[in-house]
């Protein structure tokens, strides 16, 4: 599978930005997508994941700001990016995942393949 992240820039803050992910290969082998950040001198974070079911799940920080969407196909993702603030600042990727890992709190998707990331700069 790879992926190919777009859609950043800067933005003001309470501003928008719509992020976008195409997947190309074997995307019908895709259990499931997400969209991580990580700003400088953090680690990766999840915001959002998407499975091929419909299940969303969003982080605590971005809850009724961002959605996630993904299309039938799982040839496109989306992240609708709304009220941005400046701490929303970091390079977004997009993960797919196609199997499960095993972890102390269970099973959960393996994000195995990344996009190349692409910036949103939120101003103040």
């Known amino acids: 599978v790879q992926l190919q992240a777009s859609g950043g820039g800067l933005v003001p803050t309470g501003g928008s930005l719509r992020l976008s992910c195409a997947a190309s290969?074997?995307?019908?082998?895709?259990?499931?997508m997400a969209w991580y950040r990580q700003a400088p001198g953090t680690e990766r974070e999840m915001d959002a994941s998407?499975?091929?079911?419909?299940?969303?799940n969003y982080a605590n920080s971005v809850k009724g700001r961002f959605t996630i969407s993904m299309d039938n196909s799982k040839k496109m993702m989306h992240l609708q990016m709304g009220s941005l603030k400046p701490e929303d600042t970091a390079v977004y990727y997009c993960?797919?995942?196609?199997?499960?890992?095993?972890?102390?709190?269970?099973?959960?998707?393996?994000?195995?393949?990344w996009g190349q990331g692409t910036l949103v700069t939120v101003s103040s």
């Open positions: 290969g074997a995307r019908s082998l895709i259990l499931s």
């Open positions: 998407i499975t091929e079911k419909g299940t969303i």
């Open positions: 993960a797919a995942a196609k199997g499960l890992k095993s972890t102390p709190a269970g099973l959960v998707h393996n994000y195995a393949f």
